[in-house]
């Protein structure tokens, strides 16, 4: 019975915590236009340290990216890779919560 409720509880503390772990921005990219764009974007913003995670919404031309706790994204360094991926950084916002659409700052 003690091994059950030490199972549930590390559960609940190790899922808390992944909850909490990820910071997300949301930047707007000019000039995403195809499935080849969002992958070039995402090769490249993966490369920057921290980057657990890069989603790509080619429609509203938006590039979501997590990073692991303890790590931030600048705006300094968000412009130089979406402009070494060949797109122009046109807005960044530090995002709150699982999605970056109206609760981003």
Request: glycine share 10%; hydrophobic share 45%.
């Amino acid at each position: 019975m003690f091994r059950q409720w030490f199972l549930i509880f590390a559960a609940l503390v190790f899922s808390v915590a992944a909850l909490a772990a990820d910071k997300h921005y949301l930047l707007g990219v000019d000039g995403l236009a195809c499935p080849f764009c969002a992958y070039g974007i995402e090769k490249r913003l993966n490369k920057v340290d921290g980057v657990t995670g890069v989603e790509v919404d080619i429609g509203k031309s938006t590039v979501r990216v997590s990073l692991q706790e303890g790590k931030t994204l600048s705006e300094a360094q968000a412009r130089q890779a979406v402009d070494e991926a060949g797109f122009t950084l046109r807005s960044y916002s530090e995002a709150e919560g699982e999605t970056g659409g109206s609760d981003a700052k």
